[in-house]
């Protein structure tokens, strides 16, 4: 007979679609690199990431994942992402440096998540956009490309800001959150 395992229907994994250069995850302390099958026959295919994994790329590494809900993230290179690192499904990532971009699905109704960094927690109700840890320190700059997010600076007090289509925050771990939010740096 079939049972119920909770711990493997509980837990979302994160499959790689698209994949170059240097891309590792951290599991038991070791990195172990990503492989991409690129064709019939290939073995040794790690192409998904569990909860509390550290994806971590290099200099020319970059990936893109997507979750069972039809979300996106991609990850650039030189940039160190926990995939879900809080164990539940709003919290879906958690960005240490780099850079991330998240495409959250919204086809079926509203889908909350959140992304973390050392200075902002991002909450998003469906849209596209950026987040950039730029150094040690976690200065956090996030770029809305698509719909808006709400970002509440994590070591600040005082009331989150909501960042437009067009418009970016930068968050300062000694500083707190903006007033108003600025256009988005180009690309």
């Not at 026959?41 to 997507?66: M, N, R, S, W």
């Not at 889908?111 to 998003?124: D, R, W």
């Not at 960042?163 to 925050?169: A, I, L, R, T």
Request: net charge negative.
């Amino acid at each position: 007979a079939l049972g119920y395992t909770p711990a493997l229907n509980s837990r979302e994994v994160a499959t790689v679609i698209e994949l170059q250069g240097r891309v590792s995850v951290l599991r038991g302390g070791q990195e172990e690199p990503l492989f991409q099958q690129a064709g019939l026959g290939l073995a040794g295919c790690h192409c998904t990431v569990a909860a509390k994994e550290e994806i971590v790329t290099g200099p020319d590494g970059y990936a893109v994942f997507q979750i069972g809900d039809g979300s996106k993230f991609e990850v650039f290179p030189k940039s160190r992402v926990t995939f879900q690192g809080q164990w539940t499904f709003e919290d879906m990532l958690q960005l240490v440096l780099g850079k991330i971009r998240v495409q959250i699905e919204h086809r079926n109704g509203p889908n909350p998540k959140k992304v973390s960094t050392p200075t902002a927690v991002i909450s998003v109700r469906g849209t596209i956009f950026d987040v950039a840890v730029e150094d040690e320190d976690g200065t956090t700059l996030v770029s809305v490309e698509e719909g808006q997010v709400m970002v509440q600076h994590a070591l600040q007090p005082g009331a989150p800001v909501i960042v437009e289509q067009g418009k970016s925050v930068r968050i300062y771990p000694n500083q707190p959150l903006a007033k108003a939010a600025g256009p988005s740096p180009a690309y």
